[in-house]
């Protein structure tokens, strides 16, 4: 069968692709784990943004597709469905496949006659993917396969869920990168790539998605897999690694010994981005930090979340994220972040404000600690993804007041509270942000002086689009700066020229 597999072109306010262009790792490894006869191309669509629809095109005839396949975040639900209309106007025969958080945890949002999924693949693809191609190409029946919903007719059937595939049996074969046709990934000016070593989480906050779509577990792959991916993904010309892990940090002793095997494979030479729990690193940080730095870490994502103890019970966020000693149970964001920076590393710090019980105060305290703690800021707003708890939570108060997926991008505030309004919490946000990411700068030209040099303008552009020369020197209103930029954030997220199929139809969110 001939197969295209595509991730959509929308990304994140704090991953702007001038600096961050990142290839999707579920993809690789659906294309890995295909059974090898089938023609596989990859695109992930982030390459592309200013030309979505000319590359939808052109890959449809070069690579002739029986089946496409779609990778889709919730926030990038509208563009799927316009690329989704785009191929079928292409080939009205092809087999269209979704996958990925929206579908697993929002099937109802694709099962649309008018919308023509052909199938649901819920939660991990890599085994259900290959039993499904392989039952079309053989006329068989797929009520067999689980982890599915299916078209019959003018239906969708569901078959039972599918157990979370063990990596330590070996149940999912290595990627496959060589079946990626676009060209470009980059972090600030180096090739990236991303790598898995575990998958699951064990924890159970309450906006994550992860427990909804697998279950709590963890599961690891052998290190000697992991260096073979690393070393796959080095020999295709990456130069920064992105360990995508849903959380390493779980099993500090196995990532100590993955520093080593890093190490000792002379893979240190790379820089590596891993995102990681506060309390872990503030517990074990002091022997744990040298040796990341010596295997190359350069950025930890930290899930801070909140600094005020009330937000992190409410984010369901407190056990990763405090210790107790002697003077009680203290948060672990400080002493993580400053043991991390200590050892040369950049923090990413990851933190939710515009909570229910949120004042003025309390988003103001986490700007500050932002401020003056974090290199990159990543400040999001609770957004009600599918089937996470919060979202439950927040429906039943009444408090989710924008129910449009595609503005559930992290930082679109789309939940009130009970003192603050949205807006009023985003603008909050975005004043202070701009700002610390602009400190981060020399940081990155000691690094990649020739990426600062080349692109550092479009870079102060992008961050401060909206502003004008009257309101740089203090003679406009901020806020409507702020009313600027969210219109050009708005126009920004029209990807795809080409109509939405269900447009007109009220978009289910949950
Ligand atoms: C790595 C990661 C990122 C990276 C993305 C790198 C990249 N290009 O892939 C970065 C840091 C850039 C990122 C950013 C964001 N992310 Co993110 N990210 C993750 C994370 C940690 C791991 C995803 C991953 O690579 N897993 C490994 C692969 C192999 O697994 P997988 O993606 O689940 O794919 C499997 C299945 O889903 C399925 N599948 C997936 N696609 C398809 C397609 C087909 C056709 C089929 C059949 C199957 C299939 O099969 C795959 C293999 O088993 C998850 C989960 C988590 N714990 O936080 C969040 C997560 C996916 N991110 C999320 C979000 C919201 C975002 C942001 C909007 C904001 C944010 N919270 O950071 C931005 C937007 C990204 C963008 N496009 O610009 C949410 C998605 C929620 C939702 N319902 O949409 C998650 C679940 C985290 C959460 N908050 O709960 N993210
Ligand atoms: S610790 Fe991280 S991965 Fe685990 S449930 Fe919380 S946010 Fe999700």
Redesign the pocket.
């Known amino acids: 069968m001939r197969i295209l ?1 595509l ?2 072109p ?3 306010e704090h ?1 702007p692709t001038i600096a ?1 262009r ?6 690789a ?2 294309a890995g784990n295909l059974d090898p006869h089938h023609h596989v191309a990859i695109a992930d669509l ?1 390459l592309a943004q200013s030309s979505v629809r000319r590359t939808v095109e052109q890959l449809m005839g070069q690579h002739r597709p029986d089946l496409v ?3 889709v ?4 639900r509208a563009t799927a469905r316009r690329v989704i209309a785009l191929v079928r106007s292409l080939n009205l025969n092809v087999r269209i ?6 579908p ?2 929002a099937p109802d949002a694709w099962d649309h006659p008018d919308l023509g999924v052909d199938a649901i ?1 819920r ?4 085994v ?2 290959r039993e499904l191609v392989r039952a079309w190409e053989e006329g068989q029946p797929l009520t067999g396969i689980a982890g599915l919903l299916f078209r019959d007719g003018d239906q969708f059937r569901a078959t039972p869920r599918r157990e979370a595939a063990r990596l330590d049996r070996g149940d999912v074969r290595p990627p496959s990168r060589s079946a990626r046709t676009l060209s470009g990934y980059t972090l600030m000016g180096r090739p990236i790539d ?1 790598v ?1 070593t575990s ?1 699951g ?1 064990t924890f159970d906050c309450s ?4 427990i909804e ?1 697998r279950g709590r577990n963890f599961f690891r792959f052998s290190i000697e897999r992991v260096i073979d991916d690393i070393r796959d993904a080095e020999a295709r010309g990456a130069r920064s690694i ?1 360990l ?1 892990d ?2 390493i940090t779980l099993d500090v002793e196995r990532f100590e010994s993955l520093c080593h095997a890093i190490i000792a494979a002379g893979l240190n030479h790379l820089d590596y981005l891993v ?1 990681g729990m506060t309390a872990p690193i503030a517990t074990r940080g002091e022997t744990l930090a040298p040796l990341m730095r010596r295997a190359g870490f350069r950025y930890v994502f930290l899930g801070i979340e909140n600094v005020l103890d009330e937000d992190l019970v409410f984010l369901k966020a407190r056990a990763k994220n405090s210790r107790t000693n002697a003077a009680g149970r203290t948060n672990t964001a400080l002493t993580a972040v400053n043991i991390l920076r200590r050892h040369g590393m950049l923090v990413v710090g990851g933190l939710i404000v515009g909570n229910p019980g949120d004042r003025r105060e309390s988003v103001a305290a986490n700007l500050e600690f932002a401020r003056r703690y974090v290199d990159w800021p ?1 400040i ?1 707003h609770p ?1 009600p ?2 089937g996470t708890p919060m979202t439950r939570d927040f429906q039943q108060r009444g408090l989710v007041v924008n129910e449009r997926p595609d503005d559930y ?2 930082t679109t505030a789309v939940t009130r509270g009970e003192h603050l309004d949205p807006e009023e919490v985003e603008f909050m946000r975005w004043q202070a942000e701009r700002w610390m990411k602009v400190r981060h700068i020399p940081a990155v030209f000691r690094h990649d002086p020739w990426f600062v040099v080349r692109n550092g303008r479009r870079m102060l552009a992008h961050t401060f689009r909206g502003s004008t020369w009257r309101s740089m020197f203090g003679l406009e209103d901020e806020h409507e700066v702020f009313q600027r930029y969210r219109a050009i954030r708005t126009r920004e997220r029209q990807y795809v020229d080409w109509p939405d199929p269900l447009e007109r139809l009220p978009a289910p969110v949950h």
């Open positions: 597999l991730s959509m929308d990304s994140f991953t961050v990142m290839p999707n790792g579920a993809l490894s659906l982030v396949g779609l990778s975040m919730t926030f990038q496949v979704v996958g990925g958080y929206d697993s945890l693949v939660g991990e693809g890599d259900t993917f991303v898995e998958r989480c906006f994550c998605s992860i779509m992105f995508v849903d959380n995102q990543y999001q957004t993804y599918p991008d992290g």
